[in-house]
């Protein structure tokens, strides 16, 4: 009986620590996709940005209409 116990406290901690790291990984790959979704947009920003000076410069060389 003692080392059922033994071997199901052991049992225990190991899937305590698996589930520990689960976590901290799972965390991470938040943390990853939040900061790929911001870059994303950050750069989503910056090409309208220069799709939008081109189209203002084409009109500005374009001269009067």
């Known amino acids: 009986k003692e080392k059922i116990i033994e071997d199901l406290k052991v049992k225990l901690k190991d899937l305590e620590d698996k589930l520990l790291r689960e976590l ?11 900061k790929e979704t911001q870059e994303n947009l950050k750069y989503a920003i910056k090409n309208f940005s220069f799709d939008l000076l081109n189209v203002t410069d084409n009109f500005t060389l374009s001269g009067p209409i």
């Open 24 to 34: 901290a990984e799972n965390e991470n790959l938040r943390k990853r996709h939040e």
